[in-house]
């Protein structure tokens, strides 16, 4: 829904840094969530980007373009554990209506 | 502070049945919606509730109905299931916004 677009399938090495892109129509946007899911698990929360530009949290930050439609996800000195599926999610007003991108399988290897 | 509890976690139903999965948000949460996700489509917006008032509805058909209770918990129910309904249900709460959802373990439905 509301035409968002990652790529299915990442791989990166350990220790590099990868950046995952979004794309996302405008209309009625209202902010952009990232949510982390290993397989068999719950997505669990990563950040929330309601303005433009870059946030850090740690080895991961997220970028947001309001006008372009377009956020990315950037993931340093890649550990395996952060082998998983990362989903971007816009939201849109109208209160907590929140759509989920496919989502982007990380592969991180040795 | 307990986590989303979604029951049950597992369920195999025949074609044709109805099927009922609960989710308890996290205390204080008010907000709860529903997804169903599948290898294919992802993760498939259903429904979110607020203070039991459904505030928004995905594009699903009317088999799929949910309601939310006073004490916050969520029901979402199936009924006349079919073969494509098979697939992980997750529930989520949220306190605010910008908090970001949390998400229960789901409720694996499988339709034979």
């Known amino acids: 829904g509301q035409n968002i677009d990652q790529p299915t399938e990442m791989t990166a090495t350990e220790g590099a840094i990868v950046q995952i892109n979004c794309t996302y129509q405008?209309?009625?946007?209202?902010?952009l969530f990232w949510y982390q899911q290993h397989a068999g698990e719950a997505p669990t929360f990563l950040s929330y980007n309601v303005l433009d530009g870059l946030e850090e949290k740690g080895r991961f930050s997220s970028f947001l373009s309001r006008s372009k439609g377009y956020s990315y996800l950037l993931l340093k000195e890649l550990q395996m554990k952060d082998s998983a599926s990362y989903l971007c999610a816009p939201s849109w007003r109208g209160y907590q209506k929140v759509t989920f991108g496919i989502g982007t399988k990380l592969q991180v290897i040795p | 502070k307990a986590g989303v509890t979604q029951t049950p976690r597992y369920l195999i139903k025949t074609r044709g049945q109805q099927v009922t999965l609960s989710c308890s948000p996290i205390?204080?949460?008010?907000?709860v919606s529903w997804y169903q996700q599948t290898p294919g489509q992802g993760l498939q917006f259903l429904f979110e509730y607020f203070s039991e008032t459904q505030r928004n509805k995905g594009n699903f058909p009317g088999r799929f109905s949910g309601r939310q209770f006073s004490n916050s918990r969520s029901e979402m129910n199936v009924s006349t299931l079919e073969l494509g309904d098979s697939a992980l249900y997750l529930c989520?709460?949220?306190?605010?916004?910008?908090?970001?959802?949390?998400f229960g373990s789901g409720t694996r439905l499988t339709v034979v």
């Open positions: 989520a709460s949220s306190e605010e916004v910008s908090f970001g959802y949390t």
């Open positions: 205390s204080g949460h008010r907000s």
């Open positions: 405008t209309s009625g946007f209202n902010g």
